[in-house]
């Protein structure tokens, strides 16, 4: 069975780009790159559709902020939380494993 060909996003935006100016029509890309021009179609359907999507990354970064800001007071509760239990642990007499 013959192996698939994996296109980098920055080769297939230029081919794209290049459809959409004009530069070059699909068949004679497709000649050129010697790739299927339903493909090529595909590409192309699929950057016009995810065009708006480029203009939204302000929101998802300010999003992931807080979800890490968050994540990060969890693991100072746990940490507090750890170093407790280890210190009632040792008042307690009992003995520490190994490592510790």
Do not use: C, N
């Amino acid at each position: 069975m013959k192996e698939r060909r994996r296109y980098d996003p920055e080769f297939k935006a230029r081919v794209v780009l290049e459809l959409i100016s004009g530069k070059k029509g699909l068949m004679e890309a497709s000649r050129e790159y010697q790739i299927k021009d339903s493909v090529l179609s595909r590409w192309k359907q699929e950057f016009i559709e995810r065009a708006g999507q480029i203009f939204e990354h302000p929101e998802q970064t300010s999003g992931q902020a807080e979800r890490v800001a968050e994540l990060e007071r969890l693991v100072g509760r746990l940490t507090l939380q750890l170093d407790m239990a280890k210190k009632v642990l040792g008042y307690s007499g009992f003995p520490p494993e190994k490592g510790e």
